[in-house]
Nanobody, 118 residues
Framework: QVQLVESGGGLVQPGGSLRLSCVAS????????MGWFRQTPGKEREFVAGIAAFGELPYYADSVKGQFTISRDNAKNTVYLQMDRLKPEDTAVYYC???????????WGQGTQVTVSS
């Protein structure tokens, strides 16, 4: 059974940075493209960033391009999301998932809360 565990969220001031981690188990991690998504109350979960199986060709939602960086370490079964110059509108619960393009294809973990506030 595939399990995804996100961590690294927290409270940060505007302009600050956070790095999120997602550890995957129950799958051959290097076979899968991975992505990050986020959700705020009352809104649909939205795609944030994706990365191919061996770390090539990262791609981003327009809203975070140049601000967030996705990466992965296949030896650790982990995908990361480096978030810089954070804004209040980045406040959300962040989730990772297996992706096909920008579409999630696996089960969701518990997510990690990111709050950007002064």
């Amino acid at each position: 059974q595939v399990q995804l565990v996100e961590s690294g969220g927290g409270l940060v001031q505007p302009g600050g940075s956070l790095r999120l981690s997602c550890v995957a188990s129950g799958l051959t991690f290097s076979n899968y493209n991975m992505g990050w998504f986020r959700q705020t109350p009352g809104k649909e979960r939205e795609f944030v960033a994706g990365i191919a199986a061996f770390g090539e060709l990262p791609y981003y939602a327009d809203s975070v391009k140049g601000q967030f960086t996705i990466s992965r370490d296949n030896a650790k079964n982990t995908v990361y999301l480096q978030m810089d110059r954070l804004k209040p509108e980045d406040t959300a619960v962040y989730y990772c998932n297996i992706v096909r393009g920008r579409t999630p294809t696996g089960s969701w973990g518990q997510g990690t809360q990111v709050t950007v506030s002064s």
